[in-house]
């Protein structure tokens, strides 16, 4: 079965450091691979998605950027963070429409609580 | 580019009433429309999807209801129980088309407690 990983769980950052979060999805193959925060316990904002490795489309303009340096790995960077970059940082994937799942069901990762301070 | 609008933004109901949740859209290309479940502290999970050629699905005590001409859809719950208070989030997708990629646009999320 298919499972997805984010690391750290919990992170509190200064103001104007660098960030890295990690995602990693397994028992899957040529997923899509989405960035999502989470502002207020609320709304999901889709920030990146990706249909391959370095492969990335922004949704948004912000200090965040992602990469996929792997078929299964995403990760979400910013080189100096900003009090507004706190919030629940989701990452979630969907099948490829030609594995015969899905392709519109995203399936969530436990997601990465960020504070800046 | 697509644009989602769910109301509620909060519903409370006593256990054993129903609870209705509405969106709206305005790309009439999209095509299909989850609802996902957040328990507090969790990651939101697809409890029921309806695709643009059906106008009603029902699993259980969740059903949802579309109609393609007013742009709109909803979530019903009948016989509500603690265990159902959540944040549900509605969203829509056109799919491959126009470059979309199967991208989810989101609504903002309905805050539902359900009072013993």
Redesign the interface.
């Known amino acids: 079965s298919q499972t997805i990983h984010q690391w750290p769980a919990t992170l509190v950052q200064p103001v104007g450091s660098p960030l890295s979060l990690e995602c990693t999805v397994e028992g899957t193959s040529n997923p ?1 691979l ?1 960035w999502y925060r989470q502002a207020a ?6 920030l990146f ?1 990706s ?1 391959g490795i370095g492969q990335i ?1 922004s949704e948004v303009p912000q200090n965040l950027s992602a990469s996929r340096p792997q078929d299964r790995q995403f990760i979400l960077s910013s080189k100096k963070l900003l009090l507004s970059d706190s919030g629940f940082y ?1 990452c979630a994937w ?1 099948p490829r ?1 030609t594995s015969g799942s899905n ?4 399936y ?4 990465t609580r960020l504070t800046v301070t | 580019g697509e644009n989602v609008e769910q109301h509620p933004s909060t519903l409370s109901v006593q256990e054993g009433d129903s609870a209705v949740i509405k969106c709206t859209y305005s790309d009439s290309a999209s095509n299909y429309f989850p609802w996902y479940k957040q328990e507090l502290g969790k990651r939101p999970q697809l409890i029921i999807d309806i695709r643009s050629n059906v106008g009603e699905k029902k699993d259980q005590r969740i059903a949802v209801t579309l109609n393609k001409t007013a742009k709109h859809f909803s979530l019903h719950i009948t016989e509500t129980q603690p265990e159902d208070s959540a944040v549900y989030f509605c969203a829509a997708s056109r799919g491959a088309g126009g470059g979309s990629n199967y991208k989810l646009t989101f609504g903002k999320g309905t805050l539902l407690t359900v009072n013993p």
């Open positions: 899509n989405y316990g609320r709304g999901l904002q889709l998605y249909v489309s989701l969907s429409p392709p519109y069901e995203q969530f990762g436990p997601g």
